[in-house]
């Protein structure tokens, strides 16, 4: 694909007992995230953004086409084993939070900027 431009793939670790991860730096910012979701205790997903490295990490929402609502960037409650691209609109720096802590063991997750 021509012009493609695309990040390392990040490892992200969530700790066992834990719900989120440490920041994560694509090394630049990009317009979407390709987040490879392992098999976990049965979770959302979703990610929060940063402006800056050790800034305030917030949801990420956007504005939903069909009803003008916010609604989060988030996956629905599974046990993972599938890749979701969240729409990350040139944030650079990520977490990644599941909706329960994973109790079974850390959970590591992959990551690539892409845009």
């Known amino acids: 694909m021509p012009n493609l431009k695309y990040s390392r793939w990040k490892t992200i670790t969530v700790a066992k007992d834990g719900t989120t991860s440490s920041e994560v730096d694509l090394e630049m910012p990009y317009r979407s995230l390709a987040l490879v979701i392992p098999t976990i205790d049965s979770s959302t997903v979703t990610v929060s953004?940063?402006?800056?490295?050790?800034?305030?990490?917030?949801?990420?929402?956007?504005?939903?086409?069909?009803?003008?609502?916010?609604?989060?960037?988030?996956?629905?409650?599974?046990?993972?084993?599938?890749?979701?691209?969240?729409?990350?609109?040139?944030?650079?720096?990520?977490?990644?939070?599941?909706?329960?802590?994973?109790?079974?063991a850390a959970v590591t997750f992959y990551a690539r900027g892409f845009n």
């Open 49 to 104: 953004v940063a402006t800056s490295t050790g800034g305030t990490f917030q949801a990420l929402s956007y504005i939903s086409l069909n009803d003008g609502d916010d609604d989060p960037a988030i996956t629905s409650a599974a046990t993972g084993a599938i890749t979701v691209v969240f729409p990350v609109f040139g944030f650079q720096f990520f977490k990644v939070v599941c909706g329960s802590q994973q109790t079974t």
